[in-house]
């Protein structure tokens, strides 16, 4: 009788500890892919999104070239940073460059719960154009129907005798003012007024723009318009404007964009060089004119 009751009791829970460890198991190994693949999983992506990030703001600075020229950048920095693309993954207009990418990430825990691998994408996209706002530009502007093909920035006083060029008021005024800020830069705007500088002064001036050739004398690429990089102290930066027409004296002229100009040398008092494309960190858009880009992330 003892036995039947021994039977019949339901109290004995032995058997219901090893279903509990069994669930606890289950819910541990799930935290545990949760944890560790969901880790894998986010730093894929990023790893991605930077490829991807980096690839189209590469690309993009190629579309001053040729839309192909744009997807050769882009794919091979892609590549470099371990995530290949092809032209299918690609989506290039005049002045932009878009890169989608999806890759297959195999999972280790959350295998025990069936799942062997999963997808992770990536979109970026970035488009280029004019700078609007800027730092580091010369206090010199050029009027913009010398851009792109003009070769000689004659300044005068625009007041005075008519030319392409003209110096720019800063802080303070006076030579000694704007042979620093020719060697500094200053910052500018596209749509505001700025003040000429009235009077040639080029001792001063002359002597900041030498400065500048001088400092490239041992580099090579800085000899020539078409090799001169980031690295070259003669390659300036100036104010495009709309006209000089009218303006005398201490006056005002409209900022209208900018340009970068390749400093061959002086002859009498005019600079001979080439306008170049450049590409530098700023404000773009809303800009019709000038020789700066900037390339910005949109997506």
């Given at each position: 009788m003892k036995r039947i009751l021994k039977l019949l009791n339901l109290r004995d829970e032995s058997g219901a500890v090893l279903v509990m460890v069994a669930i606890a198991m289950v819910a541990l190994l799930g935290f545990t892919a949760l944890t560790i693949d969901g880790g894998r999983l986010f730093s894929e992506k990023s790893q991605l999104q930077n490829a991807l990030d980096a690839a189209v703001l590469a690309?993009?600075?190629?579309?001053?070239?040729s839309t192909t020229e744009a997807k050769a950048i882009a794919i091979d920095v892609a590549t470099k940073n371990g995530f290949p693309i092809t032209e299918t993954d690609l989506t290039v207009t005049?002045?932009?460059?878009?890169?989608?990418?999806?890759?297959?990430?195999?999972?280790?825990?959350?295998?025990?719960?069936?799942k062997?691998?999963?997808?992770?994408?990536?979109?970026?996209?970035?488009?280029?154009?004019?700078?609007?706002?800027?730092?580091?530009?010369?206090?010199?502007a050029v009027e913009e129907d010398e851009i792109p093909d003009g070769k000689e920035l004659t300044c005068f006083n625009p007041g005075d005798q008519q030319g392409n060029c003209g110096f720019l008021a800063i802080d303070g005024s006076g030579a000694k003012t704007l042979k620093e800020a020719i060697t500094n830069g200053s910052t500018y705007t596209v749509g505001t007024e700025v003040e000429t500088e009235p009077g040639e002064m080029w001792g001063?001036?002359?002597?900041?723009?030498?400065?500048?050739?001088?400092?490239?004398?041992?580099?090579?690429?800085?000899?020539?318009?078409?090799?001169?990089?980031?690295?070259?102290?003669?390659?300036?930066?100036?104010?495009?404007?709309?006209?000089?027409e009218d303006a005398s004296g201490r006056d005002v002229i409209n900022v209208v964009g900018f340009a970068a100009y390749w400093i061959e040398g002086f002859s009498g008092k005019t600079l001979i060089g080439e306008f170049l494309e450049r590409f530098e960190p700023g404000q773009i858009g809303g800009v019709d004119t000038g020789t700066i880009y900037g390339v910005k992330l949109v997506e």
């Open positions: 690309g993009a600075q190629g579309l001053k070239t005049s002045d932009s460059i878009r890169a989608t990418k999806l890759v297959n990430v195999p999972l280790t825990f959350a295998r025990v719960l069936g062997n691998d999963a997808d992770v994408s990536a979109t970026s996209k970035a488009v280029i154009a004019l700078l609007r706002s800027a730092s580091g530009i010369a206090p010199i001063p001036v002359s002597s900041a723009i030498n400065d500048l050739i001088k400092a490239d004398k041992d580099k090579t690429q800085c000899q020539s318009a078409d090799t001169a990089d980031s690295t070259c102290e003669r390659v300036i930066y100036v104010v495009v404007t709309d006209t000089f």
